[in-house]
């Protein structure tokens, strides 16, 4: 059942299965399954008329209608397959903001550096990553140091 702001789209394409890593919402999808979303994110994916068109929710009950029979009590896996939406888009919403956040630390630590004296730059490497800095050089010098000792050994 979908709300007036979410939106029935339907995977036509013929990758099976196909997932999406372009607009990051770890949503998966089979050959003609039918998953309903939110609009703002419906949008991005109906730009692809080769891989996605749009359903009329009353069209989607009809299919559903005329898909089961009376005999056949076991549904299979792509009836269940539009349920895991909303679970799939939380997941992936979790996963992006520990992505985000971690990318916001990582930046705060870059600014901290970018801030230091001569000093603290020799002091947080030694701390930091058991490096030595070459005295010699002028502190923009020392800074990119640090700055590639975080890049290739992370975050302390």
Known sequence: MSTKDEVSIKYIGKREPWHDRLYRTGLVFDCNQVRTIPWDMARKFLRHEDLFEK????????????????????????????????????????????????????????????????????????????QKTNNSKSVENI???????IDQFGAP
Do not use: C, G
């Open 55 to 130: 359903v009329d929710a009353d069209a989607k009950d009809e299919d559903d209608a005329t898909d089961s029979t009376p005999e056949d009590d076991t549904q299979d896996d792509s009836d269940q397959k539009p349920d895991d939406t909303q679970a799939l888009l939380d997941e992936q919403k979790a996963k992006n903001k520990d992505k985000d956040d971690e990318q916001t630390e990582l930046q705060a630590l870059y600014d901290q550096v970018n801030i230091m004296e001569k000093d603290a730059l020799k002091d947080f490497a030694q701390n930091h990553y058991q």
């Open 143 to 149: 800074r990119l140091d640090v700055t590639a000792m």
